[in-house]
C-alpha cells in the first residue's frame, strides 16, 4: 500500500514510518521543510514540500491533495494536528484516510470544548473553571492551578500558577480577555499517555503508559506501559458518545482515586510502546482507512520499557549542562537505571543506520552548547502546530 503521511516533522509520525516500513508499505512524508525527523529512515522513500500547516491549513490540505492525487497515494495518514482540516474537509479529499467526523472533532479539539464533553459524558477530570475576563480569576481558590490557552500545541499555550497573582499574570500571558481561558486544578500522580481506536463510535484498541522519565517539552523519554482497570469504560463512553472514527488520545493523571483526563488529541499519539505491548494502533488504522471494521484488540502487556533516545538528550540539556546530557546519553545507551530493559521506539538503528543521524547531531550540538536543545524542539513544533487563527481558517473552511 502507497501511504502517505501528512507531517514528517513530529515524534508520531517518525514512530509510524517505521511501523509502516516493517509491514512492508511504500511510505512518503509531507513537510514544509527538508530537514525533518521522519526524513532520516530508510522506510520513507520521498519527501514532498507543502506549505506549512501552522501558517494556511487550507493551503496545506490543497497542496496535500494534489501530491496525493499525483503520486497514486492509497491513504493519506494524518500522524499530527493535520487531522483537523483532513476532517473539516473530508468531502474535498481525492484519497482514503482516517479521520472523525468534523462535528465529533470539534468538540474535543478546543481545551474548553473537551472539558464540557468530558463532563457530559461522564468521564472524570481535575476540577476545573472556564475564564472570560479578569473578575472570573477571583473564583479560583485552589493552587497551584494550570491555565489554558483553547487551542495550543505540545503544551506551548499552558502556564502554571502557584499563587493568585501568578495566575493574574498567566492569565494576562496568555490573552485572557481576548479569548476564554481553562483553570485547571494541579492533581498528583503519575503522568500517562493513552491511545485509543475506534470504529464509528465502537472501541477497538487502547493503550496506556507511564512518563517514567521527562524528556524535552516535557514530552516521555522513558515510558512504561500499564494497565488501568477504570480507563476502557471510560474511553468506550466517550468514543461511544462522539461517534468516533479513528485515533484518539488522552493525557491522564493516575491519582490515588483513579485516572483523571487532563487534554484530549483527537488523533494518534506515539504507538510504538503500545506495539511492543502487543497493541498495533498503526495497523489497524490501516484496515480502517480500507473501510475494513478490524476486530477489537485485547489490552496489551503491563511493565513494557521503552525510550526515546533522541528525548532524552534534549531533555538533559534543557536541564541545563554538558555533563547532564553526557551522564543521560551514557545511562540510555547502557541500559542503567531507568533505562534497563526499554527498548529504542524513535529511531531503531538496527538495519536502518541513517536513523542515528538526528541523535548524533543533537548530541554534538547540545555538547558544544546545551541551549542549542532549543532550536530542535522549536523547529520540530512550529511547521505543524495548530494556532487560534488556523482554528478559525479550518471552521471557516467547513462553512463554505
Given amino acids: 500500500m502507497r501511504v502517505l503521511l501528512s507531517e514528517g516533522s513530529g515524534l508520531t509520525s517518525r514512530q509510524v514510518a517505521t511501523r509502516l516500513g516493517a509491514l512492508g508499505h511504500h511510505v512518503e512524508i509531507l513537510s514544509s521543510t527538508p530537514f525533518c525527523l521522519t526524513r532520516f529512515t530508510r522506510h520513507v522513500r520521498a519527501l514532498h514540500e507543502v506549505p506549512r500547516f501552522s501558517d494556511d491549513p487550507v493551503e496545506w490540505f490543497y497542496a496535500a491533495n494534489r501530491i496525493a492525487k499525483a503520486r497514486a497515494i492509497d491513504v493519506l495518514l494524518p500522524t499530527q494536528e493535520q487531522v483537523a482540516v483532513l476532517s473539516a474537509l473530508r468531502a ?58 483553547p487551542i495550543s500545541t505540545a503544551s506551548a499555550g499552558v502556564r502554571r500558577a502557584a499563587t493568585a497573582d501568578e ?54 523519554a522513558v515510558k512504561e506501559s500499564v494497565r488501568l482497570p477504570e480507563l476502557a469504560a471510560h474511553l468506550e463512553r466517550l468514543v461511544q458518545a462522539l461517534g468516533w472514527h479513528g485515533p484518539i488520545s488522552l493525557d491522564v493523571i493516575v491519582t490515588d482515586k483513579g485516572p483523571l483526563v487532563i487534554d484530549v488529541n483527537p488523533r494518534l499519539v506515539e504507538p510504538v510502546n503500545a506495539l511492543f505491548s502487543g497493541v498495533d494502533l498503526v495497523g489497524a488504522m490501516l484496515e480502517l482507512a480500507k473501510d475494513g471494521h478490524p476486530p477489537a484488540q485485547p489490552a496489551g502487556k503491563a511493565g513494557v520499557r521503552s525510550h526515546q533516545l533522541l528525548l532524552c538528550v534534549l531533555g538533559a540539556a534543557e536541564r541545563g549542562s554538558r555533563r547532564s546530557v553526557l551522564l543521560e546519553l551514557m545511562a540510555a545507551l547502557e541500559g542503567r537505571n531507568d533505562y534497563k530493559d526499554a527498548a529504542e521506539e524513535l529511531t531503531p538503528v538496527g538495519g536502518d543506520p541513517v536513523a542515528a543521524i538526528p541523535v548524533v547531531v543533537a548530541t554534538l550540538a547540545t555538547l558544544i552548547e546545551p541551549s542549542l536543545w532549543r532550536r530542535f524542539y522549536t523547529g520540530a513544533t512550529g511547521p505543524y502546530a495548530l494556532t487560534a487563527e488556523a482554528w478559525r481558517k479550518i471552521i471557516a473552511a467547513s462553512e463554505q
Avoid at 142 to 148: E, G, S, T, W, Y
Avoid at 194 to 218: E, S, Y
Fill in 92 to 149: 474535498r479529499l481525492e484519497v482514503a484516510t482516517v479521520v472523525p467526523d468534523f462535528a465529533a472533532l470539534r468538540r474535543v479539539q478546543d481545551k474548553i470544548e473537551a472539558w464540557r464533553t468530558l463532563q457530559a459524558v461522564g468521564v472524570p477530570q481535575p476540577a476545573s473553571v472556564v475564564v472570560r475576563g479578569i473578575d472570573d480569576l477571583a473564583t479560583v481558590t485552589q493552587f497551584p492551578v494550570f491555565v489554558k490557552r
Fill in 167 to 220: 495566575l493574574i499574570a498567566a492569565a494576562a500571558a496568555l490573552g485572557l480577555g481576548k479569548d476564554e481561558l481553562l483553570v485547571q486544578v494541579q492533581v498528583s500522580g503519575a503522568l500517562a499517555m493513552v491511545q485509543a481506536l475506534a470504529d464509528r463510535g465502537r472501541l477497538i484498541a487502547h493503550h496506556a503508559n507511564l512518563r517514567i522519565v521527562k524528556g524535552i517539552g516535557g514530552g516521555a
